[in-house]
């Protein structure tokens, strides 16, 4: 509630600073509006209305206009007119990952600050949750490539997404949509905005978004894969003049879907386990496209984003002042069988997380006639995340960890056999029967992280000559992080020390057994071990010979059996998939971040004449560390070493990362801008960089967050449109990236189906994902017919050349090729009719990989979404 009191009462500063005025000043004539398809596209990518030509920035724009015939839902389907742009949509609604230029991070993992920011009307969205929404009334998407800190501050260092909607008008329009698709998709937004009185406007617009699942759940007989969400947005608009205004936006929406599908990509050496266990139901790697999937639950998301701003204008004369003050909350409920497989290995992994954030910006800009102008401001960020999960075995993975145990040990040990000899020799035989792997066993995990931060920031321009601006930008960031645990092992088989005093006899017994096992099959030449049957035929034809052997053998057990590098059991770690977690902060570990960083600009534009703009930019971004809110949270090497002398350390505990460090980003960027009556072009050159990549990695159980020391691209982006005939506009974008790790000696890759995390050397390589050349290409024709109708056909097809989707594993690829259509058919009462479909041709393709959730040697996969069609009604008067 405070935070609602604090927007508020912001509202109420503003209006309290406001001159008397008149209630019946009328308000000043609406601004014409500006499309795409106009002359003059104007952005705010520098947060100043300027033109898309006069803007020395890599930005591409898509307007309301092409969003609506291009049947573009959200962001995801954004890409598809966009080749900069990727979006990656991961295991659950609330995961979508952006990535611009090939950098990007900040799915899957709460604690992890993306390095692509979204913003919606000037309001920072801190989490990919927050911005997936189908808005109503939009005017234009800005999509900013390149390091952004200058003006948007620490999670702006690979680019920025701007998403603009109208504001309300003091004259009464609306419009209503009506869209139904295959799959029985049911879509409808509907907006109105007016006037209340003479200075107050108002808009209210509604969506609704439904569908059944384009998968098929062959264990629970239903589709998966469904759409089901629904928001309302409300605006009001105070204009008492010309110089002052306030824009009140509030919102609400809400998502519960069954999210996402994966299929079996690599059937690897576990695969015959889950099969058998399975029935026969729960691994294909040859189908994975069939989009028929095995699960013993329902996968559920249930997602609330609501939040409110308030905006204030007010013109000085030769200064404007502009305050943005906001709340949101995002509350994320998810649940999912994450093996994937119709075995019942993974009873539960959920996830509950509560996000909460204050920002407040305030800026000052000038209007003067002089050589110079500036912009000053700053940013504050307030963010609160509690997030508590659980993960627990199924009913069947205690005998998929029998399993496993006798396959790691040649069938000599047995989950049973584990637990009797633990038990005796801890004095009760009885002690762990029935405990390992048992069902609902799991880790209970909670987190706390709380984000503090400010930014100081400005621009400057100077005009020395005529033609000729120069530009010089900073940002001072100060961001501090406080971070809690209490992650809660019940996993019993996790919690057994192999290397314990009391467990030396059953080393010992192993050991002997072991070599004498080696020996005697090296005696006979066998290349392997022998059996106990080779073993007693060879002591009765040689006793001598066996006798010196055996001696030999059982003096290496003695000597090694407390031996760490020696334990025979160490072929079991593996199995301890849920060890005792090291809780957060204790005496070693303060569980705090502290950064702060000078980002800046500098850039000169020269605008050769009305028609071009050339422009040269060095700039530098920043984004603070990210904290690893997951299982696979560890303290450092050295901090380890820390924890055990001092008697701290849990069982089993080793070492990792519990956050990773600030990312740092360069670019040298050179461009240039053209605008002619019938032509519109603009072409940048790059080469851009980060230190301190913050790599986030699925590792099969958790997530591995490291920083890779660097990683850079160079690329050139092209993007046109051109009427050669009033009725034809052609558009195209073209964008060329030759990425790589300059280095990551401590990297990870998915090698013959396992995840293995760092030390995989990935300097020198091409990171995967990112594919050497993306394009989209696209028509627009409009042929007027009688009565005053129109008839709109528009088609955009999406490109990516192949590409590894995957450190490690060089033979799997992804190619896009797809192919949008839409036919619209307007009437001059406003009426429009259009016919669409995405991915027309049905192309199919991975969107990501992961190794697969306790299953050593295999991957699973995250297919496309398969070809939707539909046709809309939508009216706007």
Request: charged share 15%; proline share 5%.
């Amino acid at each position: 509630m405070k935070k609602f009191e604090l927007l508020a009462a912001s509202a109420l500063a503003m209006l309290s600073a406001t001159p008397a005025l008149s209630q019946t000043t009328p308000p000043p004539a609406p601004a014409p509006q500006t499309t795409v398809d106009g002359d003059d596209i104007v952005v705010t990518a520098t947060k100043r209305e300027q033109t898309l030509l006069d803007t020395p920035v890599a930005v591409s724009v898509t307007s309301g206009a092409t969003i609506e015939q291009a049947q573009i839902r959200d962001l995801k389907d954004l890409q598809s007119v966009v080749p900069s742009l990727r979006v990656n949509q991961l295991q659950s609604s609330a995961n979508t990952n952006f990535i611009i230029r090939g950098f990007g991070n900040g799915a899957n993992n709460a604690g992890i600050e993306p390095s692509v920011g979204v913003f919606i009307d000037g309001v920072y969205r801190s989490r990919s949750a927050a911005q997936i929404s189908d808005l109503p009334n939009l005017k234009r998407i800005e999509v900013l490539r390149g390091p952004q800190s200058t003006l948007f501050g620490k999670n702006a260092s690979a680019g920025i997404i701007s998403i603009v909607t109208a504001e309300p008008a003091f004259k009464f329009a609306g419009n209503a949509e009506a869209t139904y698709g295959n799959y029985n998709a049911v879509v409808l937004k509907g907006a109105v905005t007016g006037p209340i009185s003479d200075t107050l406007a108002f808009s209210i617009g509604g969506n609704y978004n439904r569908r059944d699942g384009y998968a098929y759940d062959a264990l629970q007989k239903t589709n998966v894969n469904d759409r089901n969400r629904w928001g309302i947005r409300g605006q009001l608009l105070f204009q008492p003049n010309a110089d002052f205004k306030i824009r009140v936006i509030g919102d609400y929406d809400k998502i519960d879907e069954n999210c996402c599908v994966a299929g079996n990509l690599i059937n690897g050496a576990t695969g015959a386990i889950v099969q058998a266990l399975a029935g026969g139901n729960g691994l294909d790697p040859q189908n994975v496209f069939s989009y028929k999937v095995y699960n013993n639950f329902l996968s559920s998301n249930k997602i609330e984003n609501y939040g409110g701003s308030v905006q204030a204008d007010y013109n000085l004369g030769k200064f404007s002042l502009t305050s943005i003050t906001a709340y949101r909350e995002v509350k994320s409920a998810t649940n999912q069988d994450s093996d994937f497989t119709g075995a019942d290995l993974i009873g539960r992994n959920s996830a509950n997380v509560g996000i909460d954030t204050f920002t407040q910006e305030l800026r000052l800009a000038t209007d003067f006639e002089g050589p110079l102008n500036f912009l000053l401001g700053g940013f504050y960020f307030n963010e609160k995340i509690n997030q508590k999960n659980q993960i627990t075995f199924g009913s069947q993975f205690r005998p998929y960890g029998n399993a496993l145990i006798q396959g790691a040990t040649g069938g000599a040990l047995s989950v049973a056999t584990l637990e009797s000899t633990f038990g005796a020799l801890e004095g009760n035989p009885a002690k762990y029967t029935g405990t390992f792997f048992r069902t609902g066993d799991g880790l209970n995990e909670s987190y706390t992280l709380k984000d503090e931060s400010f930014s100081i920031f400005g621009t400057a321009d100077f005009k020395p000559v005529d033609r000729l601006t120069l530009t010089a930008g900073f940002n001072y960031t100060d961001d501090r992080k406080h971070f809690t645990t209490n992650v809660v092992s019940t996993d019993v088989f996790s919690s057994i020390n192999f290397d314990a005093p009391q467990y030396a006899p059953f080393r010992n017994q192993l050991l002997y057994q072991g070599g004498l096992a080696q020996l005697i099959g090296t005696q006979l030449g066998l290349g392997r071990s022998a059996t106990a049957a080779e073993i007693g035929a060879f002591a009765g034809a040689n006793p001598a010979a066996f006798n010196a052997i055996n001696a030999g053998a059982q003096a290496n057990a003695n000597a090694n059996q407390n031996n760490p590098a020696a334990n025979p059991l160490a072929a079991l770690r593996p199995l301890q998939f849920l060890p005792p977690f090291q809780n957060v902060p204790n005496a070693v570990e303060p569980g705090k971040t502290n950064d702060s960083n000078f980002s800046y600009t500098l850039r000169a534009a020269y605008k050769l004449d009305n028609h071009l703009n050339a422009y040269v930019t060095y700039a530098t971004g920043f984004k603070a560390s990210s904290v690893n809110l997951s299982r696979d949270s560890r303290p450092t090497a050295a901090d380890l070493v820390a924890l055990r002398t001092a008697g701290l350390a849990v069982v089993n505990l080793g070492s990792g990362s519990r956050f990773a460090g600030p990312e740092k980003s360069r670019v040298i960027e050179g461009g240039i801008k053209g605008q002619y009556r019938n032509f519109a072009f603009n072409m940048a050159v790059f080469q851009q960089q980060i230190t301190g990549f913050q790599s986030n990695v699925f590792t099969g159980t958790g997530f591995s967050l490291l920083n890779a020391p660097k990683q850079s691209t160079f690329g050139v982006e092209f993007d046109g449109s051109v009427t050669p005939v009033p009725r034809l506009t052609l558009n195209g974008a073209v964008t060329y990236l030759d990425p790589k790790y300059d280095s990551f000696p401590t990297g990870g890759a998915i090698v013959a189906g396992t995840y293995t995390v760092g030390p995989v050397n990935l300097s020198g390589t091409r990171p995967a994902g990112i594919p050497e050349f993306a394009a989209s290409m696209g028509a627009t024709y409009t042929q007027p017919l009688s009565h005053g109708m129109k008839l709109l056909l528009r088609g955009d097809f999406d490109y990516q050349t192949p590409v590894q989707i995957a450190e490690g594993v060089i033979t799997l690829e992804r190619e896009v090729k797809e192919l949008n259509l839409a036919a619209t058919l307007q009437f001059e009462n406003g009426l429009e009719v259009s016919a669409w479909g995405r991915n027309v041709t049905n192309n199919h393709y991975i969107t990501t990989i992961f190794s697969s959730v306790a299953q050593s040697g295999s991957v699973s996969a995250y297919p496309n979404q398969p070809v939707t069609y539909g046709g809309t009604i939508r009216f706007k008067f």
